[in-house]
């Protein structure tokens, strides 16, 4: 006797549906968040030195994504307030792409106050591995870190396409690669410059070039009421990233703002005169937590001029 298939089909999709809840309701009681938030703090304190962390919620969902929720970094000298806070991290595994691809990736998201990074994490090679994403409005001012660590303010909305891979052939380490533009923001300088003590922009943005401890910086630029710029050169990181050292040099259009609270002596004239056809001359050097910011061969000229103004 023949059977036709689809007289059956809603029974068996009535059994497969009651399969997957109840794999599902036994998954949710036998999951060992204790474990798994272990496993995960143990991870994050082994990334960053110097920073310890703490995992409020770990919680498995369908289809198989892996949330912790109330992820939050402190420095050894404040266990109360912390530097670093993630409001969520989710996980999950890249279907559609292993069913076309026969490539498993794994899909990220974090949310952080009003900005999210996401991306996915795939195999690459015989033991190493790729990470993409993007990171949209972040706001610069709710990571506590920066300010800790450069003991200045920093503002700004963050947004960067970046990507990474790990490198298994020589020497082994990192390779990345990232786009990151700041608009609408501030820096505090670490000491005043013309009477400034903090550089406002409406955008920052700059190509950046990374390989286990060093980082080329390209096509960086900055729009300022203060003036336009240019800025190029490499950063050596260090365990501890405001001790990393700067070696870059660029340039900058002032606007007359700039020099605004200088009388018109004579050597503001001579500075302005030989600025007419060329811009400042920029090098900064030092580490990013106490930066020398030089102005080549108008260095002298330019102390003379703050000197007057005191």
Do not use: C
Not at 127 to 153: C, D, M, N, W
Not at 163 to 178: D, Q
Not at 205 to 212: K, R
């Amino acid at each position: 006797m023949r059977h036709d298939f689809r007289n059956h089909l809603p029974q068996v999709v009535g059994y497969l549906f009651y399969a997957l809840v109840a794999f599902g309701v036994l998954a949710w009681l036998l999951f060992p968040a204790a474990k798994v938030r272990q496993a995960a703090v143990g991870l994050l304190n082994g990334i960053g030195p110097g920073i310890q962390w703490r995992i409020g919620e770990v919680a498995w969902r369908l289809p198989l994504i892996l949330s912790f929720t109330g992820v939050e970094g402190f420095v050894p000298s404040d266990s109360t307030a912390p530097v670093l806070k993630v409001d969520r991290v989710e996980l999950s595994p890249g279907w559609k792409n292993l069913v076309h691809a026969q490539k498993l990736w794994v899909h990220y998201s974090l949310l952080l106050g009003k900005g999210r990074v996401e991306g996915r994490l795939s195999k690459s090679g015989s033991s190493g591995y790729q990470i993409q994403g993007t990171v949209r409005g972040l706001q610069l001012a709710a990571f506590p870190l920066l300010a800790h660590g450069l003991e200045r303010k920093v503002q700004g909305e963050l947004h960067a396409v970046f990507e990474m891979e790990r490198i298994v052939n020589g020497s082994p380490g990192w390779r990345w690669k990232a786009q990151v533009t700041v608009d609408r923001g501030q820096v505090t300088l670490a000491r005043p410059i013309f009477r400034h003590t903090v550089l406002p922009f409406s955008q920052v943005s700059v190509l950046l070039l990374g390989e286990n401890g060093r980082v080329v910086v390209d096509q960086g630029k900055i729009h300022s009421t203060l003036g336009q710029g240019w800025l190029n050169g490499t950063i050596h990181l260090d365990s501890y990233w405001p001790r990393s050292q700067l070696a870059l040099r660029g340039g900058f259009h002032p606007e007359p703002s700039f020099f605004q609270g200088f009388d018109s002596t004579v050597t503001l004239l001579s500075i302005r005169d030989q600025l007419k056809n060329k811009p400042l001359p920029v090098s900064i050097s030092g580490t990013v937590h106490h930066p020398g910011i030089h102005f080549e061969d108008l260095t002298m000229q330019i102390s003379a001029l703050e000197q007057e103004g005191r």
